[in-house]
């Protein structure tokens, strides 16, 4: 099976060290939804689309990166943030963006998050919270993550 992870990192990079993480298991590229070449992304059989959270919600550019995409065949798909805070129940972020693929026929099978340093106003002046994050265990939770899709989706070719 073929995989692509599109991936909107722009604050510290650390969304995108968890998307190299994953993409190496995966043997999948990491883009940015403007790099995306449609006609390979229609070729996939397993897609990841994450960003960092920002005001409890994906990032922007990833959203309407989703919301411009055709409906087709089903494929598979994950999510994954990094964000300074966990998710809470009475507000997921997840939850949007999984809608939004579903209506863009893509069967979500799973999502991952992480701390990771956040820098947003309020935390600026104390240099951030969440420093050091995405650590060497996020990173470790993020290949496991990228190991059990490969093995549940079949997303790696099987040797010959």
């Known amino acids: 099976m073929k995989a692509m992870i599109v991936c909107v990192s722009v604050s510290h990079g650390n969304t995108k060290r968890i998307a190299d993480v994953m993409g190496n298991v995966l043997e999948a590229p990491v883009v940015a939804p403007e790099q995306v070449d449609m006609a390979e992304l229609s070729t ?11 005001s409890m919600a994906f990032h922007p550019r990833l ?3 989703v919301r411009s995409l055709p409906k087709g065949e089903r494929r598979k798909a994950f999510v994954f943030a990094t964000s300074g805070f966990p998710e809470t129940r009475f507000r997921p972020f997840t939850r949007p963006l999984v809608r939004l693929l579903e209506r863009r026929s893509f069967e979500v099978v799973d999502s991952f998050s992480c701390r990771a340093l956040d820098t947003w106003i309020p935390f600026k002046p104390v240099g951030g919270i969440r420093k050091g994050h995405p650590d060497a265990t996020d990173l470790e939770a993020a290949r496991a ?3 059990g899709l490969r093995v549940r989706t079949g997303s790696m070719s099987q040797p010959m």
């Open 44 to 54: 996939c059989d397993l897609v990841g689309f994450g960003s960092g959270i920002y």
């Open 63 to 65: 959203r309407q990166f």
């Open 145 to 147: 993550f990228a190991e």
